[in-house]
């Protein structure tokens, strides 16, 4: 994974980072499967490796092939991405080692969840049950978002097409 | 497109119905296995969008043309929130589908089974829709 994130930065042919990125997200579903989340591997798997790799060759097909040439380092960037990514790896060192019983996650709700899915909601896939019922707020959230980014794809480009049409006709 | 190649034409024939069946069951079968309507929107996509890579878009156009995935867009999001309103109307609060039967386990199932329906079919509409203007902003800018 690390080796394909690094092809992915250095690589200027933009085929071929595309198709890098299919990798890394199948790659990342593998990883979610080793960590038993296979709800979360077939949602990376689906969307991450098969649909944004079509919408980002489509992309493509609309723009160039080719990254532009940018020799230069901007330093304040690098700063900026530096101090960032050090804050997190920072943060990670105070995280509960995974699979351990006694981490925060699994005394909030999460046990609440396993214990009383079953007679609350139903359906043996807890999974399901917190994303819709439990969780139904946020996942109409994210379905509004979808919509809203189809929405938006519309009226960019979508539209202008229209009007280049009227354009011609008139 | 890729019309010519006679292998891609006749494999993707026998590919496409399996996997939108596949997208089905990974729609209503999600409260028992691992999927859920965002999965099962992607893959029922994703067969569409392998049969316009394969045989033209314009033939895809022909089987769902704009309105409808605008419609399935639309449609989708009004069915989840719809859901969340009925709920209330029934007493409740709002998305809690316990209201929508008298039986609270038959009420949640009906509710998770229809908003995941709604999700589905907002997900799919999102991505051909997405495809079928990407596409026709390619022709666009080809005819100018």
Redesign the interface.
């Known amino acids: 994974m690390a080796f394909t994130a690094y092809s992915l930065v250095r690589l200027h042919n933009l085929f071929a980072v595309v198709m890098l990125s299919g990798i890394y997200s199948l790659l990342a579903a593998v990883l979610y499967v080793v960590m038993d989340a296979?709800?979360v591997a077939?949602?990376e798997a689906?969307?991450g490796a098969?649909?944004s790799t079509?919408?980002m060759l489509?992309?493509l097909?609309?723009t160039t092939r080719m990254d532009k040439e940018n020799k230069l380092i901007d330093p304040v960037p690098l700063a900026i991405v530096t101090i960032t990514g050090a804050l997190l790896i920072y943060g990670t060192l105070d995280m509960p080692p995974y699979g351990d019983p006694s981490a925060p996650v699994h005394h909030h709700v999460g046990q609440y969840y396993i214990e009383k899915s079953g007679e609350?909601?139903?359906?043996?896939?807890i999974?399901?049950?917190v994303?819709?019922?439990y969780r139904?707020?946020d996942?109409?959230g994210?379905?509004?978002v979808?919509?809203t980014?189809?929405?938006g794809?519309?009226a960019l480009?979508?539209r202008?097409?229209r009007r280049?049409k009227k354009g011609d006709k008139t | 497109m890729l019309t010519q190649t006679s292998i891609l034409r006749v494999v993707s024939k026998l590919l496409i119905p399996p996997i939108m069946l596949f997208a089905l069951y990974?729609q209503f079968h999600?409260?028992?296995?691992?999927?859920?309507g965002?999965?099962a929107g992607?893959?029922f996509?994703?067969a569409f969008?392998l049969y316009a890579l394969i045989f033209g878009v314009d033939n895809a156009r022909k089987a769902t043309p704009a309105w409808l995935t605008?419609l399935m867009?639309?449609s989708?999001?009004l069915l989840?929130?719809g859901v969340?309103v009925v709920a209330m109307l029934l007493g409740g609060d709002y998305?809690d589908?316990s209201m929508l039967s008298s039986d609270?386990?038959a009420g949640?199932?009906l509710?998770?089974t229809l908003?995941?329906f709604?999700?589905g079919t907002?997900?799919a509409?999102?991505?051909i829709?997405?495809?079928l203007?990407?596409?026709?902003?390619?022709r666009?800018?080809k005819e100018d």
């Open positions: 296979v709800d077939f949602t689906a969307v098969g649909i079509i919408l489509g992309t097909a609309l609350q909601v139903g359906p043996p896939n999974v399901t049950s994303l819709a019922s139904g707020y996942t109409l994210e379905v509004t979808i919509f980014a189809a929405a794809v519309m480009i979508g202008s097409r280049k | 990974v999600g409260d028992f296995g691992p999927g859920g965002f999965q992607v893959i996509a994703s969008i605008r867009l639309a989708g999001l989840y929130a969340g998305l589908y609270p386990h949640q199932h509710g998770i908003i995941e709604g999700v907002t997900v509409g999102a991505m829709t997405i495809f203007i990407f596409d026709g902003r390619l666009a800018e």
